[in-house]
Nanobody, 115 residues
Framework: QVQLVESGGGLVQPGGSLRLSCAASGIVFNMYAMTWYRQAPGKQRELVAT???????YYGDSVKGRFTISRDNAKKTVYLQMNSLKPDDTAIYYC?????????WGQGTQVNVSS
């Protein structure tokens, strides 16, 4: 059974930092590209960052220079380091594992950026 479990969300003040984690099980983790998405109330789901199985990274324009995606294949975990957080970063953050065989989603973790 495939499971992706996000953690690390919470409430943070503007300018603060959070690190999200997504732990995978039931998949050959190093064969999957891992992506963080987010969805704010009333908005479409937005791609935040992707890391390929080979370690290449891609970021959405709104988070470039502030967020960093990384992966630890031994721990089957992908991370999202979020710095200089803004109220507009408030959303539910989801991780997705994908390759040519299919894709899997986690249940999401809430991030609130507010003073």
């Amino acid at each position: 059974q495939v499971q992706l479990v996000e953690s690390g969300g919470g409430l943070v003040q503007p300018g603060g930092s959070l690190r999200l984690s997504c732990a995978a099980s039931g998949i050959v983790f190093n064969m999957y590209a891992m992506t963080w998405y987010r969805q704010a109330p009333g908005k479409q789901r937005e791609l935040v960052a992707t890391i390929t199985s080979g370690g290449s990274t891609y970021y959405g324009d709104s988070v470039k220079g502030r967020f960093t995606i990384s992966r630890d294949n031994a721990k089957k975990t992908v991370y999202l380091q979020m710095n200089s957080l803004k109220p507009d970063d408030t959303a539910i953050y989801y991780c997705k594992a994908a390759n040519g065989l299919g894709s899997h989603w986690g249940q999401g973790t809430q991030v609130n950026v507010s003073s």
